[in-house]
Structures are given as C-alpha cells and as structure tokens.
C-alpha cells in the first residue's frame, strides 16, 4: 500500500476509534427544548436582571446582603470561578453572561441562578446544612444548569401557549415572530420546574462540579442531608421549586460512572500544576 493511502488509512482508524469517547465525556442530555424559542433570551434575562437587582437591593435594606468579602460570600465565588468556565458547554450564551454570586442572610433553605448567570445562596442552606465545598458546588452546578438549559424560558413559553392555545403551536416554534405576545410579568423566582426539568438540572449539575474538580459524590449526601433537614420541620424553601422525588439519589448514583472521570481528571490536573 503507498505511504499516503496507509497515512490515510491510519488517520481515520484514529478518527473512528475516538469519536465514542468524545461522544460519551461526561453527561449529554441533548438539545434544549424548542419552546424555548418563543421567547426572546435577551428579554428574559433582562427580566431576571431587573428581578436580581430588586432581591439583593431589598436585601440589602434588612442588612441581609453579605458583603463581598464575607468568608462565606467569599467561598461561594471562588466556587463559582471554577464552575463558570464550564458553562459554555451547555449554552453558548454563558460565556456573555455578567455572572454574580452573593450570599443572603436568611434561614430558608434555598437557592437559585436566574436567566444570565445570577445566582444567589441563603444560608440556611449553605450554614445550616454545613455543606461541605463538594456539596456547594453540586447545589450551584444544579442551579446554573436551569438557567442554561433556560427552563425559565422554557416555563414562560409554555405558559403563554396555554393562554393563547396550543393549536398555534405549528406557527410558533422555531420562528418566534410571536413573541410579543408572551407576558414577561410576575416573579421568575416563583417559577416551579417539571421533573424533567430538575433531573436534567442535577446531572448538568453533577458533569459541572466534576469538571471543575470537585467529588460529584456529593451529590448524595446533599440530597441525604436536604431529606433530612426536611423530616426536621426546616424552612424548606429550596423544595417549593426543587421537589425531592424518592429516586433523586438513585439517578444521581446510576450517573456517577459518567463524570467520576472528569472529576479524576480534573484533580490530576491540579496536582500536575
């Protein structure tokens, strides 16, 4: 065989032989849903923005807002530092984000990120659980992931067909020249996400954590520490749009061979460094 056609040959064995493994790293749950179109991204994230803004200025009147350099407001952002490069992988629009972190005090325990990279943690959660850094950054990796699989803007698109009708379904997706006729008011924080939606969150939330560097098995013991808290009466606020359905943990475990890989390999690249 000429050298050129056996070069040839070889180069697509190679080609062949790694686009499993490419295709299997770490967690693909597929395309976002369409709806999503409906709704203009730099609309609902301007909405959130505005809804984040009016939640740390209100915080911030009852002294609740912890300053930047609070220890725990501060560990929440070197958390995040790690987890946002990541971001992009699940939405292109992450990397144009104005991302922000801040630490509430409150005894609920709950927290979320908005349309555009806003996240917040209340320390109930964070002091009252005493979650570990592990478990940190599973929550805010879970979190992340409704606003960049854009389930808020899933849930409004859905809402709005319901009011218009669904037979206008056909004319909508993928054109989205309607989308004026979407309402954008009311609360986003109030918005409740399916099943679906919360079991795409936790595994976009495990692959997030893993690659950042952090143990993706931590997402069973916040998941153990969250059913506990729950069979002692706390303020729950995470579980009036985070249901704990009784198989959460068993999902988690049957995806942990999917990202305890990334999570390896992103721990020797910090040893190497």
Known sequence: MPSRYRCLALLLLAALNAAPLAAQEGIDVGKPSALRRLVPAEQIERQAGQEYEQLKQQAARQRALAPADHPQARRLQAIARRLIPFAERFNPRAGQWRWEVNLIGSRDINAFCMPGGKIAFFTGLVEGLKLTDDEIAVAMGHEMAHALREHAREQTAKSGLTQLGASLLGQFVGRGQYADLFQFGGNMLSLKF???????ADLVGLDLAARAGYDPRAGIS????????????????????????????????????????????????????
Do not use: C
């Open 194 to 200: 399916s099943r679906d939606d919360e079991s795409e």
């Open 222 to 273: 916040l998941w153990q520490k969250m059913g506990q808290a729950s069979g002692g009466g706390g303020n729950l606020a995470w579980f009036s749009t985070h249901p704990a359905g009784k198989d959460r943990i068993g999902d988690i475990r049957r995806h942990l061979p999917q990202v305890m890989p990334l999570y390896e390999n992103a721990r020797k690249a910090t040893e190497k460094k």
